[in-house]
């Protein structure tokens, strides 16, 4: 059974940062890939950045490009956002997910989410 435990978010001022952690369990992660997708009220669920465990290649949206960056620790099973200069707009609750492969469609696998608020 994989699970996947975010932790990190909380409450900022714009231009302020956050380190969100997602803790990974359950499986052997070497063929996995790992996400952070965000979801705003009242709007769809909108991805963020992704990392391979098999390369650690990285992948982060045009929207957050420069200021957000994904990591991970193979060691700890666990997968990092950087969050900088943050805006209003970033505000949303922000899940972790993981999928086996890196090119196959959709994820398997979802954190119940941990909530960001930036304030103007």
């Known amino acids: 059974q994989v699970q996947l435990v975010e932790s990190g978010g909380g409450l900022v001022q714009a231009g302020g940062s956050l380190r969100l952690s997602c803790a990974a369990s359950?499986?052997?992660?070497?063929?996995?890939?790992m996400g952070w997708f965000r979801q705003a009220p009242g709007k769809e669920r909108q991805f963020v950045a992704t990392i391979a465990w098999s390369d650690g290649s990285t992948y982060v949206a045009n929207s957050v490009k420069g200021r957000f960056t994904i990591s991970g620790d193979n060691a700890k099973n666990t997968v990092y956002l950087q969050m900088n200069s943050l805006k209003p707009e970033d505000t949303a609750v922000y899940y972790c997910?993981?999928?086996?492969?890196?090119?196959?469609?959709?994820?398997?696998?979802w954190g119940q989410g941990t909530q960001v608020t930036v304030s103007s």
């Open positions: 359950g499986r052997t992660f070497s063929s996995y890939t």
């Open positions: 997910a993981a999928k086996i492969g890196r090119d196959t469609p959709g994820y398997d696998y």
